[in-house]
């Protein structure tokens, strides 16, 4: 996270951005994504709040949801474009 104060702006780094797009490619290519994988996602997303604003934690109390659902950390599931 970025903080210019002259400005009292906060921003993404691009390289924080790029992370987070090869890793939704790669799960949204394959179409299934293990809840350890989903949860790194929630995560990057979540650490983006001060910039993007409080409708990161509106969508993704969803994804946690579904985390939490699933029985290990490893085990694939499918997802769906209510969860993407």
């Known amino acids: 996270m970025l903080i210019d104060t002259e400005t009292m702006k906060f921003s993404i780094p691009d390289q924080k951005i790029q992370t987070l797009k090869l890793k939704l490619e ?38 946690y949801s579904d985390i939490e ?9 499918q997802l769906t474009l209510n969860k993407v």
């Not at 989903?38 to 969508?59: D, K, N, P």
């Open 26 to 63: 790669k799960i949204l290519h394959k179409n299934f994504c293990s809840a350890k994988q989903f949860s790194q996602i929630t995560g990057h997303l979540s650490s983006m709040h001060l910039a993007v604003g409080e409708l990161v934690r509106l969508l993704t109390r969803s994804l």
């Open 69 to 77: 659902k699933q029985p290990t950390w490893y085990v694939p599931f």
